[in-house]
């Protein structure tokens, strides 16, 4: 096999493949122009649309030629692909807008140089297209019986599935038709929920250009415990900064499971597949190689400052040592803790939980902590004598010996989400 697609396969990115014969003999005769596509339906990519764009730098090093295609006329429709129920409909202005933050996002992780990588948006020919010369031309090469044996449309069928919805596998057929004919595109690679449209392209271009086209798609990611990859209690680990910020995104990193951590040091990162495997030895302190990992991925995404202050703000955290001003923070009014400020409001106001009924709940069962402050608590409330203590008690009142000398308390609940509160 192409030492291009054996790196692939030995860090993660192989699930399934048109033919991967004929795409290894493609590789060994030159570069080949690949795409990867992105509907933009936010403003913000989130980790789990970033796993094609790993193997997209992968194929990049081997020399072959990245395209990063923008759906700014396919997310005008949305894949019913993965999905129980349609898209919210996005207005064209929304969709343009959303087109140009991911495609700053994608440029800081990839670097675009209009040669071996580069951007296109379907919107150049999706967006005018003659309808009836369109079902002429292309929706003759479909057939309806072999678009429902793909699952995700036997999915949709059992909760509905709409004529707007099922037009879009005909337009990601037609935008690797198009890739090829613009650039010579000859491969699509993407989540292996696209595999139905990857394989429809694929035959489209040997129907209409008489060319072997092929795609490569790769596995879905979830944790070992079988949850999606990327999800955490305030919902999906999104790149931009002001909706993710790069200490929670380390703060996932560093607290994935054991289990977790070869798997997404060979797919998450691009350091070497021996050094992975030597980070997870027997007998390494596992700590040691999840802070390895959540440095290595914040720096990719956010860049090295970021990453540095993020992994300074966790050992501040956890009272070895650091710069705590990467933790995430609030301002609270002196005045509540001069009465006493109730646990339970204290974690629901900071947004540390969702409700007053979790905040109890929370406490009761041991998972509510903050920082020792000058005075400390009564040995009634307390279950340890670290640094950051467990508040067990749903009445207990947080007040101002619990503050440091500069007025801050970091919070923690469970184990993972920090908080420094400032008083003012």
Same mark, same amino acid.
């Given at each position: 096999?192409?030492?291009?697609?054996?790196?692939?396969?030995?860090?993660?990115?192989?699930?399934?493949?048109?033919?991967?014969?004929?795409?290894?003999?493609?590789?060994?005769?030159?570069?080949?122009?690949?795409?990867?596509?992105?509907? *933009?339906?936010?403003?913000?990519?989130?980790?789990?649309?970033?796993? *094609?764009?790993?193997?997209?730098?992968?194929?990049?090093?081997?020399?072959?030629?990245?395209?990063?295609?923008?759906?700014?006329?396919?997310?005008?429709?949305?894949?019913?692909?993965?999905?129980?129920?349609?898209?919210?409909?996005? /207005?064209?202005?929304?969709?343009?807008?959303?087109?140009?933050?991911?495609?700053?996002?994608?440029?800081?992780?990839?670097?675009?140089?209009?040669?071996?990588?580069?951007?296109?948006?379907?919107?150049?020919?999706?967006?005018?297209?003659?309808? +009836?010369?369109?079902?002429?031309?292309?929706? !003759?090469?479909?057939?309806?019986? !072999?678009?429902?044996?793909?699952?995700?449309?036997?999915?949709?069928?059992?909760?509905?599935?709409?004529?707007?919805?099922?037009?879009?596998?005909?337009?990601?057929?037609?935008?690797?038709?198009?890739?090829?004919?613009?650039?010579?595109?000859?491969?699509?690679?993407?989540?292996? /929920?696209?595999?139905?449209?990857?394989?429809?392209?694929?035959?489209?271009?040997?129907?209409?250009?008489?060319?072997?086209?092929?795609?490569?798609?790769?596995?879905?990611?979830?944790?070992?415990?079988?949850?999606?990859?990327?999800?955490?209690?305030?919902?999906?680990?999104?790149?931009? *900064?002001?909706?993710?910020?790069?200490?929670?995104?380390?703060?996932?990193?560093?607290?994935?499971?054991?289990?977790?951590?070869?798997?997404?040091?060979?797919?998450?990162?691009?350091?070497?597949?021996?050094?992975?495997?030597?980070?997870?030895?027997?007998?390494?302190?596992?700590?040691?190689?999840?802070?390895? @990992?959540?440095?290595?991925?914040?720096?990719?995404?956010?860049? $090295?400052?970021?990453?540095?202050?993020?992994?300074?703000?966790? $050992?501040?955290?956890?009272?070895?040592?650091?710069?705590?001003?990467?933790?995430?923070?609030?301002? +609270?009014?002196? @005045?509540?803790? /001069?009465?006493?400020?109730?646990?339970?409001?204290?974690?629901?106001?900071?947004?540390?939980?969702?409700? $007053?009924?979790?905040?109890?709940?929370?406490?009761?069962?041991?998972?509510?902590?903050?920082?020792?402050?000058?005075?400390?608590?009564?040995?009634?409330?307390?279950?340890?004598?670290?640094?950051?203590?467990?508040?067990? /008690? *749903?009445?207990? @009142?947080?007040?101002?010996?619990?503050?440091?000398?500069?007025?801050?308390?970091?919070? !923690?609940?469970?184990?993972?989400?920090?908080?420094?509160?400032?008083?003012?």
């Amino acid at each position: 096999m192409n030492w291009a697609l054996e790196t692939l396969k030995t860090r993660g990115f192989f699930q399934q493949c048109t033919d991967a014969e004929g795409l290894s003999k493609l590789m060994d005769e030159g570069p080949v122009t690949f795409y990867e596509g992105t509907d *933009p339906t936010g403003g913000s990519l989130h980790i789990g649309h970033m796993v *094609p764009y790993f193997a997209f730098r992968h194929l990049r090093n081997a020399n072959h030629k990245g395209i990063a295609l923008l759906g700014g006329g396919t997310a005008r429709i949305g894949d019913p692909s993965g999905r129980d129920e349609t898209r919210k409909m996005l /207005d064209y202005e929304t969709l343009d807008a959303n087109v140009a933050l991911i495609t700053a996002q994608l440029d800081r992780f990839v670097g675009f140089d209009g040669s071996t990588a580069f951007t296109a948006n379907n919107k150049d020919w999706l967006a005018n297209l003659n309808y +009836i010369d369109f079902l002429r031309d292309i929706g !003759r090469h479909f057939s309806v019986n !072999r678009m429902l044996s793909f699952e995700a449309y036997r999915m949709r069928l059992e909760t509905g599935l709409s004529f707007i919805e099922f037009n879009y596998q005909l337009l990601q057929s037609f935008d690797f038709l198009e890739l090829y004919r613009r650039y010579g595109c000859r491969l699509q690679i993407g989540g292996d /929920d696209q595999w139905g449209n990857i394989v429809a392209g694929v035959e489209l271009i040997r129907r209409v250009e008489g060319i072997e086209a092929y795609g490569l798609t790769f596995p879905l990611v979830t944790t070992s415990d079988g949850k999606k990859m990327g999800k955490t209690l305030k919902g999906a680990l999104f790149l931009d *900064p002001a909706i993710t910020s790069p200490y929670d995104f380390f703060q996932y990193w560093r607290n994935v499971t054991d289990q977790d951590i070869l798997r997404f040091l060979l797919m998450f990162t691009f350091l070497p597949v021996d050094e992975c495997q030597s980070l997870c030895k027997d007998g390494k302190n596992p700590n040691d190689a999840k802070e390895r @990992l959540a440095w290595e991925v914040t720096c990719l995404i956010h860049g $090295k400052e970021e990453a540095d202050k993020a992994i300074s703000g966790a $050992k501040a955290a956890f009272g070895s040592g650091g710069d705590k001003s990467a933790i995430p923070k609030t301002e +609270i009014s002196r @005045l509540r803790f /001069d009465n006493g400020y109730n646990i339970v409001d204290l974690f629901c106001d900071t947004a540390l939980v969702p409700s $007053k009924s979790e905040g109890r709940r929370l406490v009761q069962q041991g998972g509510a902590f903050v920082s020792r402050g000058s005075g400390g608590l009564s040995a009634s409330q307390l279950s340890s004598a670290s640094q950051l203590v467990a508040i067990t /008690d *749903p009445a207990a @009142l947080i007040g101002t010996d619990n503050l440091s000398a500069e007025g801050e308390i970091i919070l !923690r609940a469970g184990k993972k989400r920090y908080l420094l509160v400032t008083v003012i």
